[in-house]
T-cell receptor, first 112, second 114 residues
C-alpha cells in the first residue's frame, strides 16, 4: 500500500457542528502532516506529528484539534468553525521528518 | 525565513511543445527542493526532488529539473507536453531544521492547447 487516504472526500458543516477528518497511511511512515489549501492558493502547513507526538503547530486556532492515535492514523477534529475555514484539507506523510512528503487527495470542507 | 517564487501564474502551451516552469527560492543554506503537481480538486503528486548530488534531476511523467545554486533556481522542464499535463504546478522548499516544513510557491497553472 503506497498511498495516503483521506475521508470524507467532501464535508459540509454548520458553524455549531463538530466533525472530524481522517487520514490513514500504511507505508510505515512516522511523520504525518495537516495542510490547509484555500482556492487558488498553495498549501499552508498546520500541524506536524513525529512518532505520534505533535512537533509543530503553526499557530492554528484552537477550533482545529489534531490527534494521532497511532502511527498510521491522523485525525483533525473540527468545532465551531467559521465560513473562512472552508478549504481543501490535505494530509501528508513521510518516512521521517527528514524525508519526502506524500500527499493524500484531500477533504474539501464547506462551512455554512 | 525561506521563500519560493514562481513568477508565472499561468502558462499556455500547445500539445507537443516544450514546457519550462520557473522557480526561485530564498534560503540561507542548501535547500531541499521539490516539484509537485495538482490536478483540479485533487491532492499533490510528487514529480521530483533535489536533496544533493547531480543538479539535473529526473522525475516522473518525463519531467526534469535543474538546480542552479548561483541563480537560486530550480526550473522544471518537459520536452513534449501532453494534454494530461494540464494542472497546477507547485515548487516547494523543505526546511529540515524546522521539522520538514514545506514552503510552497504560489503555483503555476498550465493550460494545454490541442
Amino acid at each position: 500500500d503506497t498511498e495516503v487516504t483521506q475521508t470524507p472526500k467532501h464535508l459540509v458543516m454548520g458553524m455549531t457542528n463538530k466533525k472530524s477528518l481522517k487520514c490513514e497511511q500504511h507505508m510505515g511512515h512516522r511523520a504525518m502532516y495537516w495542510y490547509k489549501q484555500k482556492a487558488k492558493k498553495p498549501p499552508e502547513l498546520m500541524f506536524v506529528y513525529s512518532y505520534e507526538k505533535l512537533s509543530i503547530n503553526e499557530s492554528v486556532p484552537s477550533r482545529f484539534s489534531p490527534e494521532c492515535p497511532n502511527s498510521s492514523l491522523l485525525n483533525l477534529h473540527l468545532h465551531a468553525l467559521q465560513p473562512e475555514d472552508s478549504a481543501l484539507y490535505l494530509c501528508a506523510s513521510s518516512p521521517s521528518v527528514q524525508e519526502t512528503q506524500y500527499f493524500g487527495p484531500g477533504t474539501r470542507l464547506l462551512v455554512l | 525565513a525561506q521563500s519560493v517564487t514562481q513568477p508565472d501564474i499561468h502558462i499556455t502551451v500547445s500539445e507537443g511543445a516544450s514546457l519550462e516552469l520557473r522557480c526561485n527560492y530564498s534560503y540561507g543554506a542548501t535547500p531541499y527542493l521539490f516539484w509537485y503537481v495538482q490536478s483540479p480538486g485533487q491532492g499533490l503528486q510528487l514529480l521530483l526532488k533535489y536533496f544533493s548530488g547531480d543538479t539535473l534531476v529526473q522525475g516522473i511523467k518525463g519531467f526534469e529539473a535543474e538546480f542552479k545554486r548561483s541563480q537560486s533556481s530550480f526550473n522544471l522542464r518537459k520536452p513534449s507536453v501532453h494534454w494530461s499535463d494540464a494542472a497546477e504546478y507547485f515548487c516547494a522548499v523543505g526546511v529540515l531544521a524546522a521539522g520538514n516544513k514545506l514552503t510552497f510557491g504560489g503555483g503555476t497553472r498550465v493550460l494545454v492547447k490541442p
